[in-house]
């Protein structure tokens, strides 16, 4: 019950460092994870993506506040409980993001994250097939592949972006971020590649990795230092103690809830709840960001999509084919076009964000359309709009409140809007002229300023990229959690690296940094050098100051 170093959590930072910090052998390490296992094919097969998401045995369940800005609604946000986390349950779309994105990541204070200094952690950790060769990784332990793209639908939505104007894009997670192109995804061999998959396994190999199954109630502090973490498993209350460091790993959400229990926050919140204050930090659970999307519907004219599929005999045949022979439909998460593209002139990298896929559904797989269709996810990506997380009660087992202040900002509303339209330009395009059927969602009607905005206030939905909640900043910022080594400011032996560090949310799906953070972060703890930094240029629009394509 005792390691040089405890991690909390089995995400995608989580695992990564649990790998990192055991390599060498000269550390013991014990990651603690209250989530169960993830055999099975509702998490193994990459087809079966919703499933997961919608069981209390692997996700965590919680729910915000009513949304002031969305007619009030509670807006599900889900968290893996399960050894991988969130990304044993997520759509397994892999975007690192774009290179300005850790540029102004330096900007706000976080000192060696820049772009070219993330660079070469997202290259050790991929192994890449398919990618744009001297970009990517070809040796790490993260599998990042396309799909097949068999399905026309997909060429016809790389066509119709470029018929429109907009860039193409071999790779956007190589040079060029800005474009339509293929969509990346973390399965290998016919497997969802999470992190458990990728990092924690072979680490829980070594004879200095183990985890232990439990709930964290919070972290041992000892004039002014970390010294374990405080765990219950079977109705017993024990602790886990750490001769080096804690590491909190825990989520968006309850990577700040464990720093306020375990006495470190806004001091006024902690003393309402009757918590001992063990060092003041006013940014604990503040700046909360995430992505909305919505979903852009057409009727599909051609029998083609995945709507026929869509039963209990042919989900039978595919989860058979999957089953035993690894092959089929089963093997994809049907994300296999996306693009990103900017919103206006002026707007110098992408700042929205298209998930194609060859069916109309939502999401969680529920309420198909009862016709063949095809749909594109569409987010504005760098809303302004701060949420925050705090406690609901001392409690442990309480849950956090989460409050987004979704569309909280006016400019929320004038993108969005943009995006409806621009959507609406590239699905008219030719490329689209032999599929294309009436449009299902929002429907021809909804036309005008207030239309948009009431069909946004209804059908908007959370993206599930939760960060910002433990922000990394320069040690004199009195909002930053976390210096640029992860180290939480004023507590010494205990660092924070996940999403939640994030000092501003990426241009898309927030698993691809997660990991690259735990990468980065185990280098910070092991105290070795960073690796050095990228020379290589990225790509940026020569017309971004003129035009939005």
Same mark, same amino acid.
Not at 1 to 26: C, F, P, T, W
Not at 294 to 323: D, E
Not at 412 to 417: A, G, N, Q
Not at 446 to 458: A, H, K, N, P, T
């Given at each position: 019950?005792?390691? @040089?170093?405890?991690?909390?959590?089995?995400?995608?930072?989580?695992?990564?460092?649990?790998?990192?910090?055991?390599?060498?052998?000269?550390?013991?390490?014990?990651?603690?994870?209250?989530?169960? %296992?993830?055999?099975?094919?509702?998490?193994?097969?990459?087809?079966?993506?919703?499933?997961?998401?919608?069981?209390?045995?692997? /996700?965590?369940?919680?729910?915000?506040?009513?949304?002031?800005?969305?007619? /009030?609604?509670?807006?599900?946000?889900?968290?893996?409980?399960?050894?991988?986390?969130?990304?044993?349950?997520?759509?397994? +779309?892999?975007?690192?993001?774009? *290179?300005?994105?850790?540029?102004?990541?330096?900007?706000?204070?976080?000192?060696?994250?820049?772009? *070219?200094?993330?660079?070469?952690?997202?290259?050790?950790?991929?192994?890449?097939?398919?990618?744009?060769?001297?970009?990517?990784?070809?040796?790490?332990?993260?599998?990042?592949?396309?799909?097949?793209?068999?399905?026309?639908?997909?060429?016809?939505?790389?066509? *119709?972006?470029?018929?429109?104007?907009?860039?193409? $894009?071999?790779?956007?997670?190589?040079?060029?971020?800005?474009?339509?192109?293929?969509?990346?995804?973390?399965?290998?061999? #016919?497997?969802?590649?999470?992190?458990?998959?990728?990092?924690?396994?072979?680490?829980?190999?070594?004879?200095?990795?183990?985890?232990?199954?439990?709930?964290?109630?919070?972290?041992?502090?000892?004039?002014?230092?970390?010294?374990?973490?405080?765990?219950?498993?079977?109705?017993?209350?024990?602790?886990?103690?750490?001769?080096?460091? +804690?590491?909190?790993?825990?989520?968006?959400?309850?990577?700040?809830?464990?720093?306020?229990?375990?006495?470190?926050?806004?001091?006024?919140?902690?003393?309402?709840?009757?918590?001992?204050?063990? *060092?003041?930090?006013?940014?604990?659970?503040?700046?909360?960001?995430?992505?909305?999307?919505?979903?852009?519907?057409?009727?599909?004219?051609?029998?083609?999509?995945?709507? %026929?599929?869509?039963?209990?005999?042919?989900?039978?045949?595919?989860?058979?084919?999957?089953?035993?022979?690894?092959?089929?439909? !089963?093997?994809?998460?049907?994300?296999?076009?996306?693009?990103?593209?900017?919103?206006?002139? !002026?707007? &110098?990298?992408?700042?929205?964000?298209?998930?194609?896929?060859?069916?109309?559904?939502?999401?969680? !797989?529920?309420?198909?359309?009862?016709?063949?269709?095809?749909?594109?996810?569409?987010?504005?990506?760098?809303?302004?709009?701060?949420?925050?997380? $705090?406690?609901?009660?001392?409690?442990?087992?309480?849950?956090?409140?989460?409050?987004?202040?979704?569309?909280?900002?006016?400019?929320?509303?004038?993108?969005?809007?943009?995006? +409806?339209?621009?959507?609406?330009?590239?699905?008219?395009?030719?490329?689209?002229?032999?599929?294309?059927?009436?449009?299902?969602?929002?429907?021809?009607?909804?036309?005008?300023?207030?239309?948009?905005?009431?069909?946004?206030?209804?059908?908007?939905? !959370?993206?599930?990229?939760?960060?910002?909640?433990?922000?990394? #900043?320069?040690?004199? @910022?009195?909002?930053?959690?976390?210096?640029?080594?992860?180290?939480?400011?004023?507590?010494?032996?205990?660092?924070?690296?996940?999403? %939640?560090?994030?000092?501003?949310? $990426?241009?898309? /799906?927030?698993?691809?940094?997660?990991?690259? $953070?735990?990468? &980065?972060?185990?280098?910070?703890?092991?105290?070795?050098?960073?690796?050095?930094?990228?020379?290589?240029?990225?790509?940026? /629009?020569?017309?971004?100051?003129?035009?939005?394509?």
């Amino acid at each position: 019950m005792q390691a @040089d170093y405890v991690i909390i959590g089995s995400g995608s930072a989580g695992a990564a460092m649990a790998y990192r910090l055991s390599e060498d052998g000269k550390n013991s390490v014990i990651v603690l994870e209250f989530g169960g %296992s993830d055999v099975g094919p509702f998490v193994q097969m990459p087809a079966a993506l919703a499933y997961p998401m919608g069981m209390n045995r692997y /996700n965590w369940g919680y729910v915000s506040e009513p949304e002031p800005h969305l007619n /009030n609604r509670r807006m599900i946000a889900p968290r893996g409980k399960v050894i991988g986390g969130s990304s044993s349950i997520n759509g397994m +779309v892999y975007v690192r993001g774009h *290179a300005e994105d850790f540029n102004r990541w330096e900007d706000l204070g976080a000192q060696g994250w820049s772009y *070219a200094d993330v660079l070469p952690y997202f290259k050790r950790m991929e192994s890449s097939h398919g990618g744009q060769e001297g970009w990517r990784g070809t040796d790490g332990p993260l599998h990042v592949r396309r799909g097949k793209a068999e399905n026309p639908l997909y060429q016809a939505f790389i066509e *119709a972006g470029q018929q429109a104007g907009f860039e193409g $894009t071999e790779d956007y997670n190589g040079e060029k971020g800005e474009g339509f192109g293929l969509m990346e995804q973390t399965s290998w061999k #016919g497997r969802r590649w999470s992190t458990a998959n990728a990092y924690l396994r072979p680490a829980l190999k070594r004879k200095n990795c183990h985890l232990i199954r439990c709930f964290a109630r919070r972290i041992m502090i000892q004039n002014g230092r970390a010294v374990g973490v405080e765990i219950e498993r079977g109705g017993n209350v024990d602790a886990v103690r750490a001769r080096k460091e +804690v590491i909190v790993a825990a989520s968006a959400f309850n990577s700040p809830k464990l720093l306020m229990l375990s006495g470190i926050g806004p001091a006024e919140h902690l003393k309402e709840m009757g918590i001992e204050v063990v *060092a003041d930090r006013p940014g604990v659970g503040q700046n909360l960001q995430d992505h909305l999307e919505f979903y852009m519907q057409q009727h599909c004219l051609q029998p083609i999509t995945l709507y %026929s599929k869509n039963n209990w005999f042919w989900k039978g045949v595919i989860g058979a084919q999957w089953l035993f022979f690894k092959k089929g439909i !089963g093997t994809s998460n049907q994300f296999e076009a996306a693009a990103f593209i900017r919103s206006a002139p !002026g707007v &110098k990298w992408p700042d929205i964000q298209y998930h194609f896929l060859p069916m109309a559904i939502s999401y969680d !797989g529920s309420s198909p359309a009862k016709a063949h269709g095809f749909q594109a996810h569409v987010g504005y990506n760098m809303s302004k709009s701060r949420g925050q997380v $705090t406690l609901r009660s001392p409690d442990v087992a309480a849950p956090p409140v989460i409050q987004f202040n979704y569309m909280s900002e006016q400019e929320d509303w004038i993108k969005f809007r943009h995006a +409806v339209r621009i959507t609406r330009e590239i699905f008219s395009q030719p490329a689209f002229d032999p599929y294309r059927g009436p449009e299902l969602s929002p429907g021809p009607r909804v036309q005008s300023d207030e239309q948009i905005d009431g069909f946004l206030r209804e059908h908007l939905e !959370g993206a599930y990229h939760p960060c910002g909640t433990c922000k990394m #900043g320069s040690a004199n @910022d009195p909002m930053a959690v976390v210096d640029p080594h992860c180290r939480v400011i004023g507590v010494e032996g205990l660092r924070v690296a996940d999403s %939640s560090i994030f000092p501003h949310v $990426t241009y898309g /799906n927030l698993n691809g940094p997660s990991i690259m $953070t735990g990468e &980065k972060a185990a280098d910070h703890i092991l105290g070795r050098d960073p690796l050095p930094r990228s020379n290589q240029e990225p790509w940026i /629009n020569p017309r971004w100051e003129t035009s939005d394509r």
